[in-house]
C-alpha cells in the first residue's frame, strides 16, 4: 500500500538536511548511521559495541571521548526499540557548535524516519556527515517527462514531485503553408513534408538525450495544439522505450514553454498524485475562497494563528520558504509569557532583546527563551483542533501565487459570529 504524503515531516527532514549540511566536526568523530528495514536492533548495537572498542585506539585524547560518548548515546537510544520503523532509520550524532556560543561543544542526536525504505547499511565516523543517502531518499522516482509540440516549436520540460522546470525549447524552422511564387503545389508541399520529418527527427533525438540519457524518466505526455502530436507519436520517431512510456497525449493550446504549463491543468487526470499537481489543487481551493466575499479563508501570520486557536482551522496551508520562527519568553520570577514571531535572520537580535527587557508583571529581566520554527508551532497547534497542516513549494506558479498572502493561510470550519 503506498504511503501517504506527509508534507511536514518532509519539511522537517529538508530543514534538517540544511542545518547538517553546515555542520563541521573538529575531528573525525561525527557519526552517521543507516539502518535498513528489518534490520534487527541487537544486531545494530553488536556493531556499535565493536565500533565502541575500535574508537580506544584513536590518539587524540578528546576525538576518542567524543565519539565514544556518542556511540553511548546512540546504543541508549536504540535500545528503546523492539523493532524498527518501516522504512529503517537514519541516526546522526556527535559533538557540534553551541548556536549560543559557536567556541562551545554540544553533543546532539539527530533521528529521522525517512519517507522512503534506507536502501542500505551504512556507519561512518568523519569530520562531517554523511547525507547523500538521504538527499536521494527525499529525490521524487517517478519523473513525467512533457514535450509539448506543433509545427513551429517543441519544448521539453521535467515534472518532479512539486516542480516543473522547463529544460529546453527548440524551433521547428518548417516554413508556414503558404507557398512562395513560382513553385508549384506539389514540391511546396514535398518540401513543407521533409522540413516537418526533420523536425520531428530533431524532436526525437532531443526527447532521447533528456529523457532517457539524462532523467530516465519513467512517464512521458506529448502534448500540443492540432494534429502534430498525434502524427508525431505515431509516426516513426520516437524510442521505443518513450513510446511504450507515454501515458497520453494532451490537446492544449500552446507548444513550447507555454504548453508545457498548459499540460499540467489539461493533463491531471494523467498525471494524478504527483505532489505539484495535489499542492495546485489545494492553492486553487484557497484562492477559489479567497476571491469570494465571504470566502472561508484568512491568511497572514496573526490571523491564521487566531483562527486555530479558535478551533476554527480545517485546512493550514504554509509556505516552504516562511522562513518564521517564534520566540518563547517565560519569566523566571512570575510566570508571565510573552511572544514574538520573527524572520529566521533576525532571531538572535530578537532573543538578546528580549532577554534585557524587563517583564512587566515584576519589573525582573529573568526569562527563559525558547524558539521554535513556526511549522512545528503551527503543527503542534493543529494537532490540538483536528486540523490538517500542508506545506506547499515556493518553486510553483501557485505557490509563488501563494506566497502573495504572506506564506500562510487557513480554510476556515465556519463563518465567525
Not at 523493532?83 to 548556536?99: A, D
Not at 526533420?198 to 506529448?222: C, P, Q, S
Not at 527563551?369 to 486540523?387: E, N, P
Amino acid at each position: 500500500m503506498e504511503q501517504q504524503y506527509d508534507s511536514v515531516e518532509v519539511y522537517r527532514v529538508k530543514r534538517l538536511l540544511t542545518e547538517l549540511a553546515n555542520v563541521s566536526g573538529r575531528g573525525t568523530e561525527l557519526i552517521s548511521l543507516y539502518i535498513p528495514p528489518k534490520r534487527p536492533p541487537y544486531d545494530v548495537i553488536n556493531q556499535l559495541k565493536e565500533e565502541y572498542g575500535t574508537a580506544s585506539n584513536i590518539k587524540s585524547d578528546q576525538t576518542r571521548t567524543h565519539v565514544q560518548d556518542a556511540l553511548v548515546h546512540i546504543m541508549q537510544r536504540l535500545k528503546l526499540y523492539k523493532q524498527f520503523p518501516e522504512n529503517g532509520l537514519i541516526v546522526f550524532c556527535g559533538y557540534v557548535p553551541s548556536p549560543d556560543n559557536p567556541a562551545n561543544l554540544e553533543l546532539k542526536y539527530y533521528e529521522i524516519v525517512p519517507p522512503k525504505p534506507v536502501p542500505t547499511s551504512l556507519y561512518r565516523c568523519d569530520d562531517h556527515f554523511h547525507l547523500d543517502i538521504l538527499k536521494s531518499l527525499l529525490k521524487e522516482e517517478d519523473l513525467i517527462g512533457v514535450i509539448s509540440l506543433d509545427l513551429s516549436e517543441a519544448g521539453f520540460g521535467i515534472i518532479a514531485g512539486d516542480r516543473v522546470e522547463v529544460i529546453e525549447v527548440i524551433t521547428s524552422g518548417v516554413g508556414s503553408k503558404h507557398r512562395q511564387g513560382g513553385q508549384s503545389a506539389r514540391r511546396f508541399e514535398r518540401i513543407r513534408e521533409n522540413e516537418i520529418n526533420e523536425f520531428f527527427h530533431r524532436v526525437a533525438a532531443h526527447a532521447k538525450e533528456i529523457f532517457i540519457d539524462t532523467y530516465r524518466v519513467k512517464k512521458l505526455i506529448i502534448s500540443g495544439p492540432g494534429m502534430a502530436k498525434e502524427d508525431f507519436f505515431k509516426g516513426d520517431y520516437l524510442d521505443y522505450r518513450l513510446k511504450q512510456a507515454t501515458i497520453g497525449l494532451v490537446d492544449t493550446g500552446y507548444a513550447g514553454e507555454e504548453g508545457i504549463r498548459e499540460t499540467l491543468e489539461r493533463g491531471e487526470e494523467l498525471i494524478e498524485g504527483v505532489r505539484l499537481i495535489e499542492e495546485k489543487k489545494i492553492i486553487d481551493r484557497f484562492l477559489t475562497e479567497a476571491s469570494k466575499k465571504d470566502g472561508l479563508v484568512v491568511y497572514g501570520l496573526e490571523p491564521s494563528i487566531n483562527a486555530i486557536k479558535d478551533g476554527n482551522a480545517d485546512l493550514i496551508i504554509i509556505s516552504e520558504d516562511i522562513n518564521t520562527v517564534r520566540i518563547e519568553a517565560q519569566c523566571r520570577s512570575c510566570g508571565y509569557t510573552t511572544e514574538r514571531f520573527v524572520q529566521g535572520q533576525d532571531v538572535f537580535k530578537e532573543k538578546s532583546d528580549m532577554a534585557q527587557q524587563p517583564c512587566p508583571v515584576c519589573g525582573k529581566s529573568l526569562w527563559d527563551i525558547k524558539v521554535q520554527d513556526i511549522v512545528d508551532y503551527v503543527t503542534d497547534l493543529a494537532t490540538q483542533v483536528g486540523a490538517r497542516v500542508e506545506i506547499v513549494s515556493s518553486k510553483s506558479e501557485a505557490g509563488v501565487m501563494f506566497k502573495n498572502f504572506g506564506g500562510i493561510g487557513v480554510m476556515l470550519r465556519y463563518h465567525k459570529k
